[in-house]
């Protein structure tokens, strides 16, 4: 089945306000978790990652919040401008053991209206 | 900084037919991975490698293979294409389960 799951496929926030994106996760041993950015026709690029040992990172616009008991993690933008429109993707994995891989969610299409 | 290239870019075959799609990455990274992407089905792995001569397979793995044959190189063979199968595949590279690096992408089609 699929580990990563994003419940909604699309979202549409006014300029000025804040895109809300959530991540559900099945495996409760990930311990690593991030945010890609995908324009159309363009690959994926990392947006920003968090390990487990924290529960929020900032970084400007964005803030990832981490809630490990729930398997939950979710992408704030706050002041969404219409550049911030792409789909996005999130992916977690494990960092200890073997193999290196992560399980992406299916995307969410963000859609910031001027 | 470094650069993933993926050939070809498009790449248009015929039902049955064996196919194969090329990446090089100059990140120095051990691990490389393929994708598959489909509209509404975000990305899907299909095969990655953790070392030269190294490979693990994914969640898509049946209908292809694969080859490390240096750390800079990763190769994937669609064995038999499916008719009218179109999707993007993408290959990235990786220090382990950290930010993956994304190639361009080869857009298949079979006719």
């Known amino acids: 089945g699929q580990q990563v799951k994003q419940s909604s496929p699309s979202l549409t926030v006014q300029e000025g306000g804040i895109s809300i994106l959530n991540c559900d996760y099945e495996?409760?041993?990930?311990?690593?978790f991030a945010w890609y950015k995908k324009y159309p026709d363009n690959s994926p690029t990392l947006l920003i990652s968090?390990?487990?040992?924290?529960d929020k990172r900032e970084d400007g616009r964005l803030t990832v919040f981490l809630n490990k008991s729930g398997k939950h993690f979710s992408l704030h933008i706050t002041a969404s401008q219409p550049e911030d429109t792409a789909v996005y993707l999130c992916?977690?994995?494990?960092?200890?053991?073997?193999?290196?891989?992560?399980?992406f969610g299916k995307g969410a299409k963000l859609t910031v209206s001027p | 900084g470094g650069i993933i290239t993926q050939t070809p870019k498009f790449l248009i075959g015929q039902e049955g037919q064996k196919l194969t799609l090329k990446c090089q990455q100059n990140?120095?990274?051990?691990?490389m991975y393929w994708y598959r992407q489909d509209s509404g089905k975000g990305l899907r792995l299909i095969y990655y490698?953790?070392?030269?001569?190294?490979?693990q397979k994914g969640d898509l793995s049946e209908g292809y293979d694969a080859s490390r044959e240096k750390k800079s190189s990763f190769s994937l063979t669609v064995t038999s294409a499916q008719k009218n199968e179109m999707a993007v595949f993408l290959c990235?590279?990786?220090?382990?389960?950290?930010?993956?690096?994304f190639g361009p992408g080869t857009r298949l089609t079979v006719l």
């Open positions: 990235a590279s990786s220090i382990w389960v950290a930010e993956q690096f």
């Open positions: 495996n409760d041993m990930f311990d690593y």
């Open positions: 968090v390990r487990s040992n924290v």
């Open positions: 992916a977690a994995g494990r960092e200890q053991g073997t193999g290196s891989k992560l399980s």
């Open positions: 990140f120095n990274h051990d691990t």
């Open positions: 490698s953790i070392t030269e001569n190294d490979l």
